[in-house]
């Protein structure tokens, strides 16, 4: 069941909703479900007219506290009703401190940081006037090829769901009405993470079931959690674009999960309807958004537009536009807008603190993924180095370690890695930096030659490769997942030089970075990982801490291999080692059916190049003693699954232990293996620590062939381990009495 919060004094709301609502004129009530769009550095005149005549019930993309206690004063004393105005933000990964993009965020699998990120953005955010949030985005995105998987918590539905939960607490705070509190959006509803071909806005055909078993998880988690309110996807999913999908936004979003807030179009996603060939024209669009339950329209104005005269012709029911109007002014009333309509900056704790740097630092250094460190060759020990070779095109860039989606991120905060670098070795290394390549799109070599020179004199060289940050984000998609330009042969160069490589990739995305892992002894993974890029970094190149980080997301060895994930159906003939032959080992002439069958490809094999959930750290960790108990039990009977986690290597380090099941049997197939917990814990060198989970029957129910969520007897694998490839295993039964 839904556990919405039900907010404190509901039913007073509720009284003064319909107090409200009984005196709105129609254009009042429009208004509430018009989101206006304004440019930034400009007010429109005629929108301080609407707000006054009652016509514009939010903006967005104003973060001026000046205008927006304008804005609000006007809406509160000069309007008729004093209906206060939503101001909404894309407040993604941070305001000013901008903290680690998604995608980065979720290799950390950190729950609590992840809120504590959200808390201190909603506090920085609200102090501008900000009261609601287009975030978090909980797509299921499994596909690198699209931009927005940068902005997505990757590829699992439940780590999507635990660290969504996550971001929403954090923004909503302790209560909507709380000061400081912002009103979070769950988006985008539902499957846009599916798009064609990971081409943006690309048609989702997604059967039902996995809707529900896959997308859906991380909204339901969502709607649980609380959040205030929902975002409708641009998709076509499955022929009804979701601004005018009934199933999805009345079915289940409010039949089925009874959720309390109210749903947003996306930017212009009514009048995209007519695109999409669903609608002939706007008012067609206005009344397929308002009658499949899209209550507020972002940018376009078809609701403004055509609602009088789909009203007058009786073409819609005006209960759907009163209850459009309740879920709205509910929020408002939630928030307490009405009692609190002017931003007092002072009041709030002032953003870029140094506290909410340390906190950015603490979530960009946990988000850091290690993949690769041949011969140990990190930590670097700065008190045996003469000299660092700092490379390329990222190593100094305080604008593109911000990533997409920071519109209120300053780059004069950032601290990049070369700085970072130079701050930690001090006078006793000589850092000598070379960006070598203008773009991470470069393709010319002239910069190599001095980067050669570089690392040629340096003990070790850093190269800072990857994509700038418009590479990924809203309509980025790529078609190849390389590295841009020619940054491979300027690894390859670099490597020449004969001394220690160590590669640092900033990226929105997962990149198919295979052909630089024979010329670098070591590579790390850093998205884009917000202003404490480079404080993290060299945190972790030199050891002060241990690598933690884990892939939220698969990596594929190339392209032509996606959607590549792990909670993959197991499909008639899956493929191993032994059905694998490579391309170039197949004998001329081989009959037809000379080579096994299997679901793979000749040339590229079928395994990715790293599974979700993998990451080094610099000392090793193993599990040990897996037990479940019950082995056999009853459907509903909880299973609790433990086994021991040892640290065997020298230093202290955090790992995420993982618990994944395999439900063998199903009415409809279920994936081979299914992320059902993690815990992230601390282990110094030689201790060890038992795990436990519980695995109630929620954890186990899927929605089967009828479509309904249950438990279907028979039986389970279980594993615990640091990654989807854990191989410690234990069994047990569920019966059916
Ligand atoms: C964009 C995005 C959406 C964002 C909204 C407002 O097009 O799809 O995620 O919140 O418009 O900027």
Redesign the pocket.
Same mark, same amino acid.
């Given at each position: 069941m839904v556990t919405a919060r039900a907010e404190p004094g509901a039913g007073a709301i509720d009284g003064r909703v319909e107090r409200l609502l009984g005196q709105m004129t129609l254009a009042e009530k429009i208004g509430q479900l018009t989101l206006v769009h304004v440019e930034p550095g400009e007010l429109p005149g005629d929108l301080r007219a609407a707000v006054r005549a009652g016509k514009a019930g939010a903006v967005? +993309?104003v973060v001026d506290v000046a205008t927006v206690n304008e804005l609000q004063r006007i809406a509160a004393h000069d309007s008729r009703l004093g209906i206060p105005l939503l101001v909404?933000r +894309?407040v993604i990964h941070g305001f000013k401190t901008v903290l680690p993009i998604p995608l980065g965020q979720a290799a950390a699998w950190n729950p609590d940081l992840v809120q504590q990120g959200a808390r201190m953005a909603a506090l920085e955010a609200a102090a501008s006037g900000v009261n609601w949030t %287009?975030?978090p @985005?909980i797509d299921i995105a499994r596909d690198p090829r699209w931009g927005r998987i940068a #902005?997505s918590f990757g590829e699992d539905s439940h780590l999507a769901a635990v660290l969504g939960a996550a971001a929403i607490r954090g923004f909503q705070g302790d209560g909507l009405s709380r000061p400081g509190a912002i009103a979070a959006?769950a988006?985008?509803f539902v499957g846009y993470g599916a798009s064609e071909g990971g081409r943006d806005y690309g048609y989702v055909g997604i059967p039902e079931v996995d809707l529900r078993n896959v997308h859906m998880p991380p909204f339901r988690a969502a709607a649980d959690a609380g959040v205030a309110t929902f @975002?409708a996807a %641009?998709s076509d999913v499955n022929g009804v674009p979701a601004s005018a999908n009934p199933f999805l936004l009345r079915t289940v979003l409010r039949g089925e999960w009874k959720f309390p807030g109210f749903v947003v179009s +996306?930017?212009d996603s009514i009048v995209d309807m007519v695109v999409h060939g669903l609608v002939a024209n706007d008012e067609e669009a206005a009344l397929a958004a308002l009658s499949a339950g899209v209550d507020m329209e @972002?940018v376009s104005t078809t609701y403004r537009d055509h609602l009088p005269g789909l009203l007058a012709a009786k073409r819609i029911d005006p209960r759907l536009l009163d209850n459009a109007v309740r879920n709205v002014l509910r929020v408002k009333l939630q928030l307490g807008l009405f009692e609190r309509t002017a931003t007092d900056p002072a009041a709030y704790p002032g953003v870029a603190s140094a506290a909410n740097l340390a906190l950015a630092r603490e979530l960009a250094t946990q988000s850091l993924v290690l993949l690769q460190n041949r011969n140990g060759v990190l930590p670097l020990a700065p008190q045996r180095l003469h000299s660092l070779a700092v490379i390329g095109p990222l190593a100094d860039d305080a604008y593109e370690q911000l990533g997409t989606w920071a519109p209120d991120g300053d780059p004069a905060l950032s601290r990049t890695p070369l700085q970072a670098i130079r701050e930690t070795v001090g006078a006793r290394v000589t850092v000598r930096h070379v960006r070598a390549m203008a773009t991470t799109r470069t393709v010319t070599t002239a910069g190599f030659t001095e980067a050669v020179a570089a690392a040629s004199g340096a003990d070790a060289s850093v190269l800072f490769l990857g994509e700038e940050s418009i590479l990924s984000g #809203?309509s980025h998609s790529r078609a190849s997942i390389d590295l841009p330009g020619n940054q491979l042969d300027l690894v390859r160069a670099v490597k020449r030089a004969g001394k220690p490589v160590i590669v640092v990739i900033l990226a929105g995305r997962p990149l198919t970075i295979e052909p630089i892992l024979a010329h670098a002894d070591a590579v790390l993974y850093a998205w884009h990982p917000g202003v404490m890029a480079g404080p993290a970094i060299a945190d972790i190149l030199f050891g002060v801490e241990s690598p933690s980080g884990k892939l939220p997301v698969t990596f594929p060895r190339v392209v032509g291999q996606v959607p590549l994930y792990y909670a993959h159906r197991s499909t008639g003939k899956p493929a191993s080692q032994a059905s694998f032959l490579h391309i170039d080992d197949i004998a001329a002439r081989t009959p037809q059916a000379g080579l096994k069958n299997a679901s793979q490809y000749l040339d590229a094999g079928y395994a990715p190049l790293y599974e979700f959930g993998y990451g080094l750290s610099y000392t090793s960790f193993t599990y040990a003693d897996i037990a479940v108990a019950p082995t056999r039990a009853r459907v509903g009977v909880p299973i609790s699954v433990r086994a021991v986690v040892r640290n065997v290597g020298q230093v202290a380090g955090d790992e995420v232990a993982q618990l994944y099941v395999r439900d063998l049997v199903g009415s409809v197939t279920r994936p081979v293996r299914e992320l059902k917990g993690f815990q992230r814990i601390h282990l110094e060198p030689g201790e060890s620590r038992e795990v436990a989970f519980q695995l109630s029957a929620d954890d186990l129910a899927f929605y089967g062939r009828d479509l309904t969520r249950a438990v279907e007897p028979g039986s389970f694998h279980v594993w615990i381990g640091g990654s989807s490839s854990a191989d410690l295993r234990a069994d047990f039964e569920l019966t059916a009495d």
């Open positions: 967005l +993309d909404g +894309d %287009f975030a @985005m #902005e959006c988006k985008h @975002m %641009f +996306d930017w @972002m #809203e």
